[in-house]
């Protein structure tokens, strides 16, 4: 993704005091985190090691102004933000707190579940849905559902490891707007891990496949 994409990306998220760090160097530590973000403001909680490469990273600041500054520092500055020599890629979570007690969603599996958030039934076809998701490897199976959170679909990868990747990349981001209709602006998406392992779709239709 191109350099203008990333900033781009980060100015249209809802803002959050926490921050979502990717492309870190290996095993980058929690002080390493502290150091590039304390100009900005006291972190009051760090995540490491996260994604399936643990190249990843949350910070929670102690005020959402914080966090607002240095996403807007490094979206205009011509430096990128770096830990030892390394271009770091900074966006605001979907988090607004960090957790570190796993829920069972957390617990990494080959199917996702998705929340759209958002839209109604048939607002978003499963045809963008499996464009989206394939993005990241084949998608074997898709149900779509709805249910109290809302619009609802169960991707299944073949492993593990491509649904981590594909949650990682997605979560908290909005399906790209020319996929939606054209009375909808965005629609966020919400990524747990399902306890499903293999979808029992009995016939393909335009609910499943």
Same mark, same amino acid.
């Given at each position: 993704?191109?350099?203008s *994409?990333?900033?781009?990306?980060?100015?249209?998220?809802?803002p959050?005091k $926490?921050l979502?760090l990717?492309?870190l160097?290996w +095993?980058?530590?929690e002080? +390493?985190? $502290?150091?590039?973000?304390?100009?900005?403001g006291?972190?009051?909680?760090?995540?490491?090691? $996260?994604?399936?490469?643990?190249?990843?990273?949350?910070v #929670?600041?102690?005020?959402l102004?914080?966090?607002?500054?240095m996403?807007?520092y %490094?979206?205009s500055?011509s +430096?990128?933000?770096?830990?030892?020599g390394?271009t770091v890629y900074?966006? %605001?979570s979907n988090? /607004? #707190?960090?957790?570190?007690?796993k829920?069972? *969603? &957390? $617990?990494?599996?080959?199917?996702?579940?998705?929340t759209? +958030?958002?839209v #109604?039934?048939?607002?978003?076809s499963? &045809?963008v849905? /499996?464009?989206v998701?394939?993005?990241?490897?084949f998608?074997?199976?898709i149900a779509t559902? #709805?249910?109290?959170?809302g619009?609802q679909?169960?991707?299944? %990868?073949? &492993?593990?490891q491509?649904?981590s990747?594909?949650r990682?990349s997605?979560d908290?981001?909005?399906i790209?707007?020319y996929l939606?209709?054209? @009375?909808?602006?965005e629609c966020q998406?919400?990524i747990? %891990?399902?306890? /499903?392992? &293999?979808?029992?779709?009995?016939?393909?239709? @335009?609910r499943?496949?």
């Open positions: 993704m191109s350099g *994409g990333q900033s781009q990306f980060r100015c249209t998220q809802t959050s $926490v979502h990717r492309n160097p +095993e980058c530590n002080e +390493e985190l $502290v150091e590039l973000c304390k100009p900005f006291k972190i009051v909680n760090t995540k490491c090691d $996260v994604g399936t490469n643990r190249n990843q990273a949350f #929670e600041f102690v005020d102004s914080q966090a607002i500054n996403v807007s %490094y979206a500055s +430096e990128p933000a770096q830990i030892r390394k900074i966006q %605001y988090r /607004h #707190e960090i957790v570190n007690n829920s069972p *969603g &957390d $617990v990494p599996g080959n199917v996702l579940l998705v759209i +958030e958002g #109604e039934a048939g607002d978003v499963i &045809d849905i /499996h464009l998701f394939s993005a990241f490897g998608v074997h199976k559902f #709805e249910k109290a959170a619009f679909a169960l991707i299944q %990868y073949s &492993d593990v491509t649904a990747t594909a990682d997605l908290g981001r909005s790209p707007r939606l209709p054209s @009375h909808l602006n998406l919400r747990s %891990y399902s306890a /499903h392992t &293999d979808l029992n779709i009995k016939f393909q239709s @335009h499943s496949r």
